[in-house]
Every structure is written in C-alpha cells, then in structure tokens.
C-alpha cells in the first residue's frame, strides 16, 4: 500500500522501492542503503514504542544488510526522550 502512496503522490523510484522494501532490505533491486535506512528506523520506533502498526514480532535487527548498518541503533534508541521533546516543540509551533 506504502509503495502505491507513493508512486501516487509521485514520489521518487528510489523512496517507494525503499517503501515496498522496508521489512527486507536485502531484497531490494537498486536501493538496499536507503530500505535499510527505513527498516532500522521501523525497528528503533518499535523498540522505543512509538506507534502501533500492528506488527507484534519481536523488534529486531535480521536482516543481513541492514546489520552492516545497525552499529549505533541502540545509541538511537536512547534519545528518545530528546526525539518526543523535539516533536512536541514542533507541534507546539504549528498553527493550527
């Protein structure tokens, strides 16, 4: 669905390939960096437990190409306090 998004609202190849791949990375045809990205981001919200997307499988690392990627993620992790400050002075500034 997140790649159909994305090819409507015309979106660049290379973020709705990175989109359709998020759950495995490793998989993808051109652009394996930026699925990665996405994918460690997916995992680090999970982990910290920011939303809810209805995935209840452990949130880990497991795919073999983002774990190249994955050397600070628990550094990530543990600025979550800072990342919910950051979002609520965001929202906080926004007119309504």
């Given at each position: 669905v997140g790649q159909e998004v994305a090819k409507i609202w015309?979106?660049?190849h290379e973020i709705s390939?990175?989109?359709f791949?998020?759950?495995t990375p490793s998989r993808a045809q051109r652009?394996?960096?930026l699925s990665s990205l996405v994918y460690l981001a997916d995992v680090a919200?999970?982990?910290m437990g920011i939303g809810d997307s209805g995935d209840c499988?452990?949130?880990e690392v497991t795919d073999p190409y983002a774990e190249?990627?994955?050397a600070d993620l628990e550094g990530v992790i543990a600025r979550k306090e800072e990342y919910?400050?950051?979002v609520s002075a965001i929202v906080s500034s926004t007119p309504e």
């Open positions: 015309r979106l660049p390939e990175s989109i791949n998020h759950h652009h394996k960096y919200v999970r982990q499988s452990p949130a190249k990627l994955a919910e400050e950051q």
